[in-house]
């Protein structure tokens, strides 16, 4: 059991830092910017909150953080009152926030000039992958940093491994993104394609989710899509967020994304009509816009 905690208790952070408690046996505080928020998760699964970062992790083992940009992460923890000030020597910090690689590896000097390790750890799976403890985690730093904090990390996570120095589990995360992006609408205009043809779109997808089109998109997603409905996982809000910082690094690493950059242009067009909170696989509705 380790003394650990958890600062962003979104619907990602909130269900994890229950993981770390329940299923990893660890002695939990929490941080939370609404406190109210932080006490109800105390009171949920009998950990404590505390009232800045800072005084979430003073005597923690390891500090973990979820929230929701470049700018939250610097605040919650080299801020005023951030995580870093509160920290002894030795701690480590993870950090499962989406961001870039460039802050990542900025809170990696910050934490060692601290006498600290850290983990860039950003995860994929959404809010039922958190919710069930099976995320997958993509992580960046020391090999000694990472092979203490993986015990820890397991407690929400199906898979976790180490894809370099500090930065490379945000460059994999980027990745992932990339991945889901064309997939999605490769898979709209599939279903779009199919309705428009008159075929039946469950039986069509009974058969080519068993062949090479298959993937996790088509089995989880195509039957709200087919259905027009989007609340269900990922929203696009944050989907253009990650796509943002993609991009970006896509800009200074001279990778050339076309797809990637036009289906982030798609998701405004979705921002557009009304679906910054519909998840990701709404791509759908732009094509059947009237």
């Known amino acids: 059991m380790a ?10 952070g909130y269900p994890m830092a229950g993981h770390l408690k329940v299923k990893g046996g660890h002695d939990v505080t929490v941080y939370n910017r609404t406190f109210a928020k932080a006490e109800k998760w105390a009171a949920q699964f009998g950990g404590k909150a505390a009232p800045t970062p800072a005084a979430a992790a003073e005597g923690a083992d390891f500090v973990f953080v979820c929230v929701g940009n470049d700018d939250d992460l610097r605040s919650v923890t080299i801020g005023k009152d951030g995580a870093l000030a509160g920290m002894k020597s030795g701690a480590i910090l993870v950090d499962n926030t989406t961001a870039s690689a460039e802050v990542a590896r900025e809170l990696h000097e910050a934490a060692k000039a601290r006498g600290c390790g850290f983990v860039d750890a950003p995860v994929s799976g959404g809010q039922a992958g958190a919710e069930n403890g099976v995320l997958t985690v993509m992580c960046g730093g020391d090999q000694a940093t990472f092979d203490k904090a993986r015990p820890v990390i397991d407690a929400y996570a199906r898979m976790v491994g180490l894809m370099g120095p500090a930065g490379a589990g945000q460059l994999t995360k980027m990745i992932n993104q990339i991945c889901i992006a064309g997939l999605v609408q490769g898979l709209a205009e ?23 089109a298959g993937s996790w998109q088509m089995e989880n997603r195509h039957k709200t899509m087919n259905e027009g409905k989007y609340d269900f996982g990922f929203a696009v809000d944050w989907m253009r967020k990650d796509l943002g910082i993609v991009l970006a690094e896509a800009r200074r690493n001279g990778a050339k994304l076309p ?26 509705a732009r094509l059947e816009r009237k």
């Open 259 to 284: 797809v990637t950059a036009i289906v982030d242009q798609f998701y405004g067009d979705v921002q557009d009509m009304g679906g910054s909170r519909w998840d990701t696989s709404s791509l759908l």
């Open 3 to 12: 003394n650990v905690a958890f600062i962003g208790l979104g619907v990602m």
């Open 190 to 212: 599939g279903i779009h394609f199919g309705k428009r043809a008159g075929l039946d779109i469950e039986k069509v997808v009974e058969v080519i989710s068993k062949g090479a």
